[in-house]
T-cell receptor, first 117, second 114 residues
């Protein structure tokens, strides 16, 4: 149980285009999802917290108009990188929280590697 | 504010040797502390977590960590390293639980020598 998937696992795009990354909780309902980015050989940095049915809460320094987050259902959150540039190339990881789970833990997806040419 | 500091970006040990990965934390409130492991091109897997119960926490794959408030430390240990332990390890801290905002350390890459 508690499996989180991401799609795609890898994506290469041209500068100026938009890319959508999906995060799905496969066997539980995720009331909250988190989006992180990880640069090579660095730690994970929280970008935003996404609650189902409401606007995402962005961390300081993260452009909400560039990184659009939608959490339209209890099993799906999407991150859209708009007008991507090479500096947006990174490893994007989502995690999901099951409020009904007494363990109250974040379960992480396998990540999406974005390369912007 | 909360933060964690991992001492040593890279640790190399021989197979069968003791593994010790160091982590010190800073928190103005009683912290929740975690260790995560990340294999190449994969997400994070929770190894263990401290939630103010027992100070010695046992996790998966033979790892354990001890919470020492006086030293503000939460070092990760394993008595005997295995080749499959080679990975990136992250120490992390949270204010409330593992389902709230988590602050990650910079990570320690563990290499295992045959």
């Amino acid at each position: 149980g508690a499996v989180v998937s991401q799609h795609p696992s890898r994506v290469i795009c041209k500068s100026g285009t938009s890319v959508k990354i999906e995060c799905r909780s496969l066997d539980f309902q995720a009331t909250t999802m988190f989006w992180y980015r990880q640069f090579p050989k660095q730690s994970l940095m929280l970008m935003a917290t996404s609650n189902e049915g409401s606007k995402a809460t962005y961390e300081q320094g993260v452009e909400k108009d560039k990184f659009l987050i939608n959490h339209a259902s209890l099993t799906l959150s999407t991150l859209t990188v708009t007008s991507a540039h090479p500096e947006d190339s990174s490893f994007y990881i989502c995690s999901a929280r099951n409020l009904a789970d007494p363990i109250d833990e974040q379960f992480f997806g396998p990540g999406t590697r974005l390369t912007v040419l | 504010a909360q933060s964690v500091t991992q001492l040593g970006s890279h640790v190399s040990v021989s197979e069968g040797a003791l593994v010790l990965l160091r982590c010190n934390y800073s928190s103005s409130v009683p912290p929740y502390l975690f260790w995560y492991v990340q294999y190449p091109n994969q997400g994070l897997q929770l190894l263990l977590k401290y939630t103010s119960a027992a100070t010695l926490v046992k996790g998966i794959n033979g790892f354990e960590a001890e919470f020492k408030k006086s030293e503000t430390s939460f070092h990760l240990t394993k008595p005997s390293a295995h080749m499959s332990d080679a990975a990136e390890y992250f120490c992390a801290v949270s204010r409330y639980s593992s389902a709230s905002k988590i602050i990650f350390g910079s990570g320690t890459r563990l290499s295992i020598r045959p």
